[in-house]
Nanobody, 115 residues
Framework: QVQLVESGGGLVQPGESLKVSCRVSENIFNFNSVAWHRQAPGKEREFVAS???????DYADSVKGRFTISRDHTKNTVYLQMNNLKWEDTAVYFCKANILSRHYWGQGTRVTVSS
């Protein structure tokens, strides 16, 4: 059973940075892509960023230029570096690993942006 464990969430002030991590129980190159999604209070879960097996990255318009997705295959870990955080980035951030039609989710890590 594939397991994804997110970590690194916390409370930050607007304009600050935070890096969250997603540790995958298998070789991340086994998956077509690994993505970050988020769910704000009272809202639906939304796509944030993804990185595919070839290294191509994709971002939601709302985070382009502020967030960077990266990976360390030696640690089976995918990261999301978040800079210039805004209050509207407050959400639970989930990691998702995709292989063909199968999707695996982590339990999420909470990020709160507040002064």
């Amino acid at each position: 059973q594939v397991q994804l464990v997110e970590s690194g969430g916390g409370l930050v002030q607007p304009g600050e940075s935070l890096k969250v991590s997603c540790r995958v129980s298998e070789n991340i190159f086994n998956f077509n892509s690994v993505a970050w999604h988020r769910q704000a209070p009272g809202k639906e879960r939304e796509f944030v960023a993804s990185i595919n097996v070839g290294g191509r990255t994709d971002y939601a318009d709302s985070v382009k230029g502020r967030f960077t997705i990266s990976r360390d295959h030696t640690k089976n870990t995918v990261y999301l570096q978040m800079n210039n955080l805004k209050w509207e980035d407050t959400a639970v951030y989930f990691c998702k690993a995709n292989i063909l039609s199968r999707h695996y989710w982590g339990q999420g890590t909470r990020v709160t942006v507040s002064s």
